[in-house]
């Protein structure tokens, strides 16, 4: 079992910038990989960013790269999502997730992949 507690979502002006958290428990980190996603109202999940469970490989949406970026503390059993100059499109519920796995450098990039999920953290941008 592993149990994710995302953190770090909220209101912000458009431009501006949030750091996601997702804190992870349960089972040895570095064990699975983890992934970002969204969900805007009426819309279905959308992958944002996927790390390895080694957090040498990491991989991000065409439509968020080089806006967005991805990242792992071990120490902390954290993962991260830096999110800079946001738009009002990216306003959503945001998911982590958690795949368990025996590849330490495999990306996994759809929800159907990913074993166990939090309960999400909303980010809304304004105009």
């Known amino acids: 079992q592993v149990q994710l507690v995302e953190s770090g979502g909220g209101l912000v002006q458009a431009g501006g910038s949030l750091r996601l958290s997702c804190a992870a428990s349960?089972?040895?980190?570095?064990?699975?990989?983890m992934g970002w996603f969204r969900q805007a109202h009426g819309k279905e999940r959308e992958f944002v960013a996927a790390?390895?469970?080694?957090?040498?490989?990491?991989v991000h949406a065409d439509s968020m790269k080089g806006r967005f970026t991805i990242s792992t503390e071990n120490a902390k059993n954290t993962v991260y999502l830096q999110m800079n100059s946001l738009k009002p499109e990216d306003t959503a519920v945001y998911y982590c997730?958690?795949?368990?796995?025996?590849?330490?450098?495999?990306?996994?990039?759809?929800?159907?992949?990913?074993?166990?999920w939090g309960q999400g953290t909303q980010v809304t941008v304004s105009s």
């Open positions: 790390i390895s469970a080694s957090g040498r490989n990491t």
């Open positions: 997730a958690a795949k368990i796995t025996v590849s330490a450098q495999a990306l996994f990039s759809t929800a159907a992949q990913y074993d166990y």
């Open positions: 349960g089972r040895a980190y570095g064990t699975y990989g």
